[in-house]
C-alpha cells in the first residue's frame, strides 16, 4: 500500500480494513494495534510504555494512567508526561472527558482524575534490539530533518531506515566506556566529566559509530557527539594552519620558528604548553606539529595570512565566525566550537587521498510499500587537497601516537595510527582544562574523542582524570584496529623519512570531475521529486545509465 494521499491509497486502506475485520474481532485489532503503537522516549506497545512512564505492568494500570497512554497515541512526542507534562494533562483530561461522555467512568471518577497529577516512575529495561541508542537518536534527527516527515510517522507507519552503522565499531566505543577506573565518580549519579567520541568511514564519510555522552540514557535527548559544541584546542593546527602550510611550499623538514614572538597591535605572543621552546629557535616543520607548538602554528597562520586559513577550514567542512578569524584562529579558539562528527569528518580527508565526503548516518529510507523515498548512498565529494598533500600530512601525524608527539603511548596497541591531540583552558588567565581531544585515523576509519567539563570552574581535567584520556583513547582505538581490516597506509613517520615529501602522483583532474558529477547527481536526487511522474522515471533512468557508466571507469579515488 503506497503512502501517496490519492483515492487508490484510500480504497486499499477500506478493503484491506474489511479483510482484516473478517479475520480478527475488534478486541483483537485494538490489542494488536496496542502491543505495536509508538508510545514516545523509544518504546513500543503498551506494555513497555507502562513500564517506561509508570514502573509496573499494564495489566495494572489505573484509570489516569490509562487515559495517559491512550492521550499519548494522538502525538507521541508532544503528549508523554516526560517531554511535555502540562500537554500530557491537558490531553488525558480530553480522554477523560470522552470517557465520562461516554459512560465509561462516572463523574465522581472523571473529576479525581482531573485533578490528580501524574506519577512518573522509569523501570522499562532497553531489549537488545534497542541497543545502540546514541546512534538511533542521531539517525531519527537526520531522517526529520532531510524528509520532513514526522518522528512518530517514521516509526510507526512502516518506513525501513537504512544505515551506516557498523556493529562492531560501535560495540569497540561502547565496551571503552565500560572500562572501570577511566572516569572520576562521586558516587551521585552525576558524571564529573563528560564524553563524546565519533566514528567515520573515511571512503564514504558514512558514521559507523557514535557515543554520544556518559550517564543515563534520554530519549532524543543531548547527545554529544553531534549536537555539542565546544574549541577543538590544538586538534585545528593540522586543518588550519599545516595543510595550508604544504600547499603553499612549505616542506616536511622546512625549519620553522620557535620562538615566543608578538604580533599584531595587541602584542599577541602565545607560548607553547609547556613554555619552552627549542634552543635553536627553530624546529622542522613535523616536529613542530608533533609537539604542538603554539609558537610555530601562529607563525606560520601570520605568514600564510588569516584568510586562507579560513578558506581551507571551509574546505574542510568548519565555517569560521568573522569574531574567531584572528591569529588566536590557529590555537582552536573559537566562539561557537565543533562537535566530536565535525572533527571527524575534516579528518577524513587526510585518510582518504585528500577527498572529504559529506558525513551522514543514513543511506536510504524507503516507506511501507518498499519505495524509496531519501537516499543518500553517494554523498557530494570535496577535494581539500591532492593526494601527495594528504600522504605527507599523514607522515606528519603518524608522529603524534608513534613518534615524538603529544599522544605518544595513547593510540592502539598494535598497528598505526594518524592525527591529533588538543586541549581547552577554562577561560583566559585560568589554567585549568576544560576540554581534551584525541583524533586519530587509519585508511579504515576516523575516530574524534573527546572528554571536558559541561561546567566551567575551578576544577581541571588534568586533576580528576590526569591519565584517564589517554586511558579511553588507547582502548577504543585497539577496539577499533581489531575490529578492522587494518589496512596499511604504505607510508613512512616523517622523521623516518630521507626526502622531504611523499613520492605520489597527483590527479587533481580526476577528483574535480568527480566532484562536479556527484554535486549534478545530488540535485537530482533533491529536486526529481518535484517532476511529473513520466520526466521522473526519464530521469531516474538516465541517472541510472550514467551511474553504470561511472561505476564501470577505474577511477584513482
Known sequence: MTLDQTLQRKLKEFFLALEVEKQFSKDQILEMYLNHAYFGNGVWGVEDASQRYFGHSAASLSWNEAAVLTGILKGPSLFNPIDDYEAAIERRNVVVGLLEQ????????????????IELHDAYVAKEQDQYPAYFDAVLDEAVAE???PEADLLAKGYKIYTYLNPEYQNALDSAYQVQGIFPDDNTGTPLVQSASVVVEPSTGGVMAIYG????????????????????????????VYEPALEAGYKINSQVPDQVRAYG???????????????????????????SKNTSAVYLMDQLG??????????????????????????????????????????????????????YLIRQIKDASGHI???????????????RVAADMTSMMLETYGGNGTGYGAGPSFGQIAGKTGSTEVSDGNMATRDKWMIGYTPDFVIASWVGLDKSGEQSLDDLMPNGMRQLFSIQTTNLMSASPQTSFGLEMASQMTTDSN???DAVQHYNVGETIDQGAKWVNQNAGNLWDDIVFTTKEAVRGVGDWWRSIDWPF
Open 373 to 387: 523515498i531519501y537516499q543518500n548512498t553517494r554523498p557530494t565529494k570535496y577535494m581539500v587537497m591532492t593526494p
Open 503 to 505: 613520492p605520489i602522483a
Open 306 to 359: 588569516i584568510g586562507k586559513s579560513v578558506q581551507k577550514l571551509d574546505q574542510f567542512g568548519l565555517k569560521i565566525q568573522s569574531q574567531d578569524q584572528q591569529l588566536t584562529l590557529a590555537l582552536g579558539a573559537l566562539s561557537q566550537g565543533v562537535s566530536p562528527l565535525q572533527m571527524a569528518s575534516a579528518y577524513a580527508a587526510f585518510a582518504n587521498k585528500g577527498i572529504r565526503n559529506d558525513s
Open 213 to 240: 555522552g556518559r550517564g543515563d540514557y534520554v530519549h532524543r535527548g543531548f547527545n554529544r557527539a553531534t549536537d555539542m559544541r565546544r574549541s577543538p584546542g590544538s586538534t585545528i593546527k593540522p586543518l588550519a
Open 102 to 117: 461516554e459512560s465509561v467512568i462516572d463523574s465522581q471518577t472523571a473529576q479525581s482524575i482531573k485533578s490528580s497529577g
Open 265 to 291: 597591535n595587541n602584542h599577541y605572543a602565545p607560548e607553547n604548553y609547556d613554555r619552552q621552546t627549542d634552543p635553536s629557535g627553530q624546529v622542522p616543520l613535523y616536529y613542530a606539529l608533533a609537539q
Open 147 to 149: 524528509t520532513g516527515i
